[in-house]
């Protein structure tokens, strides 16, 4: 008896491709394809779902990760892998946190979908050692301490040094001294340019 496989992704071509994967293999049967994660409880209330593959940042809002966190406390026999383009680190403990079984990245990936799904299936959990390594300017991602990431993350997230420094318990001064070190070390001119290009890279993805 075949698996019965939910997708929950936005974006067209990563959505045909895993509902090629899933149709090319007798071992799993797909159930639905769709665009938020808003709505992927009701599929699971309404109907048996054995696996989910379930997207980070939705268009809409949505959020896979805390989708996630949701069914794994409503339904805890099913399956789910995070499955994200977006290099985010806080991504791999975010969803290890929210019960995630696996996580799979779209543009690298050390086995291939159908391999981490049978797996997933037969109980291992697949995570990747770590995000990928992506340009920030005149270094990689990699090169960032955690805490330079926390507080790009927050200044991308729009608040004040002040605010920063609240949040994460630390002083103004630190704060500024994290700010213009990333700035010193990227080659960014301003911290709005920093912020606007550690977003569209995806190193991190505010309110996640």
């Keep these: 008896?075949?698996?019965?496989?939910?997708?929950?992704?936005?974006?067209?071509?990563?959505?045909?491709?895993?509902?090629?994967i899933v149709e090319s293999s007798d071992r799993y049967e797909l159930v639905a394809a769709i665009q938020s994660a808003k709505v992927a409880d009701?599929?699971?209330?309404?109907?048996h779902i054995d696996l989910i593959l379930m997207d980070v940042v939705m268009a809409d809002g949505s959020c896979g990760i805390s989708a996630t966190k949701r069914i794994k406390e409503s339904y805890p026999d099913v399956?789910?892998?995070?499955?994200t383009s977006m290099p985010d680190a806080m991504f791999l403990d975010k969803a290890r946190d929210a019960g995630a079984d696996s996580f799979w990245y779209k543009e690298v990936q050390d086995a291939p979908m159908l391999e981490v799904m049978d797996r997933t299936m037969a109980g291992e959990h697949i995570y990747?050692?770590?995000?990928?390594v992506v340009g920030m300017g005149e270094i990689k991602s990699n090169e960032m301490t955690e805490r330079e990431l926390d507080v790009l993350r927050l200044l991308a997230e729009g608040l004040t040094d002040k605010e920063i420094a609240e949040t994460l318990s630390i002083g103004l001064s630190t704060v500024?001294?994290?700010?213009n070190n990333l700035?010193?070390?990227?080659?960014?001119?301003?911290?709005?340019?920093?912020?606007?290009y550690a977003v569209r890279s995806g190193i991190v993805v505010p309110g996640i």
Aim: hydrophobic share 45%; glycine share 4%; charged share 20%.
């Design 79 to 83: 399956k789910v892998i995070i499955v």
């Design 183 to 196: 700035l010193s070390k990227t080659g960014f001119t301003s911290r709005t340019a920093l912020a606007v």
């Design 176 to 179: 500024r001294y994290h700010v």
């Design 128 to 132: 990747p050692d770590g995000a990928p």
């Design 42 to 47: 009701a599929y699971c209330a309404k109907t």
């Design 1 to 20: 008896m075949a698996y019965k496989v939910l997708i929950v992704d936005d974006q067209v071509l990563p959505r045909q491709l895993f509902e090629s």
